[in-house]
């Protein structure tokens, strides 16, 4: 006669797998061995109870006890079968004790998983000029990502239908199976073949998106970057990323920007540095130089008498715009005097003519000697600002 495995836990038929498991840890707290020492009848009960458990928690072994068979007598066990019988633990053992009260590796239930997934953020990267980092500019870039589908707007059924509970694991989202050890039965799990582990399954999965709920496209988008956005910066993009599965709430789009680099200008934060090829004669008498900004004006550069190589001079509020916030950093001209390599005649003249009444000759630098910082030392002061 077959065992009455529903009256062993004290469940009703329709006992869902929680209700199962409560039954089994109640009678589990009050039979086991380590709480009734030497008591054979509690063992028994201990015993049973574990085999009751491991075939109603069994969606295959639960089908044959519900037909009226008992799918424990196909391997001979009983409710003290099995290698080393009791052994002073019971046939579901300390396995089947850890399984219910510390979940881990003995078994542990984790439940099926939602179907709607949120979906991934996603990365873009684009590059701009040095120009249009300083006036800010809206740019279209294209992107490659899930988007929601649009035959079965995101259901990934065919007909649009709900979900049905997977007849193989009958909603829970996992298959649990028993393994013999020497500690006794130990209840693993593993995620259910048919449903992938969200206890539920589409009978008639859409053909666009073959159940997904999202499929691959190409999107054209138009990205605001501000004035004054610094070179590795992002912008985010709100719900503009990757839909997710089941359609799930799409993640954000973040967009990075490269700033390529330019023919004349150099950044370093707010601020612009160019560098001006001065002859020495208008280095000596000084001089003006008429500059292309990137605002598309032109910024007169005054180079005053007596400028020596290397020196800087600073232009307030000509640099980059800063980012978000009104104003603009600082422009530093830097004053490369060129000397001529190829004198005529005439000119070497004048030039000794000059010397002589300088009354000046080359010496050695030396620490402390008052003199002007060296070129490297001041263009490294510069760009450390």
């Known amino acids: 006669m077959a ?19 409560k039954a089994y840890r109640k009678l589990a707290r009050k039979y086991h061995p380590d709480v009734n020492p030497g008591d054979d009848e509690a063992a028994e009960k201990f015993r049973e109870a574990s085999l009751a458990q491991e075939v109603l928690l069994d969606p295959q072994k639960r089908q044959i006890v519900d037909m009226g068979g008992d799918p424990m007598e196909q391997r001979g066990g009983g409710p003290g079968a099995g290698a080393g019988g009791f052994s002073g633990f019971g046939g579901g053992g300390l396995g089947d004790i850890f399984a219910e009260f510390f979940g881990g590796a003995a078994g542990g239930s984790r439940g099926p998983r939602s179907r709607v997934q949120p979906g991934n953020d996603a990365l873009l990267r684009t590059s701009i000029t040095l120009e249009e980092a300083f006036t800010g500019l809206q740019k279209q870039v294209t992107v490659d990502t899930a988007v929601l589908c649009d035959k079965c707007e995101g259901s990934g059924s065919e007909s649009k239908a709900k979900p049905v509970t ?12 028993t393994q013999r050890s020497f500690l006794g039965n130990v209840l693993t799990s593993r995620p259910c073949p048919q449903c992938q582990g969200y206890g539920e399954i589409i009978e008639d999965p859409c053909n666009h998106c073959g159940g997904d709920g999202r499929v691959k ?10 004035a004054g956005i610094g070179n590795g910066m992002r ?13 799930g709430p799409a993640g954000d789009l973040y967009v990075e920007v490269a700033t390529r680099p330019h023919k004349v200008f150099e950044r370093d934060a707010d601020d612009l540095h160019v560098t001006l090829r ?17 605002s598309g004006e032109e910024v007169t ?40 390599r190829n004198l005529d005649k005439k000119t070497r003249e004048a030039l000794e003519k000059i010397r002589d009444r300088q009354n000046d000759s080359a010496t050695v630098k030396e620490e402390g000697d008052g003199q002007d910082e060296s070129l490297f030392s001041r263009l490294r002061g510069h760009f450390r600002r």
Not at 304 to 309: D, E, K, L, V
Request: hydrophobic share 35%; net charge negative; aromatic share 2%.
């Open 3 to 21: 065992r009455d495995y529903y009256g062993i836990l004290g469940v009703d038929k329709s006992a869902s797998e929680s209700e199962i498991k």
């Open 166 to 177: 997977c007849p193989t694991c009958s909603g829970a989202g996992e298959i649990q199976e």
């Open 217 to 226: 496209k190409r999107r054209d988008l138009k990205v605001n970057i501000p």
């Open 235 to 247: 912008i985010r993009m709100a719900s503009q990323g990757e839909v997710g599965h089941g359609g």
């Open 278 to 294: 001065v002859p020495m004669v208008d280095a000596a008498l000084g001089t003006q130089v008429k500059l292309p900004h990137l």
């Open 301 to 340: 550069v005054d180079v005053a008498a007596g400028t020596q190589p290397g020196e800087a001079i600073e232009i307030p509020g000509q640099g980059m715009t800063r980012l978000r916030t009104e104003g603009a950093g600082n422009l530093y001209a830097h004053v490369d005097v060129v000397v001529p």
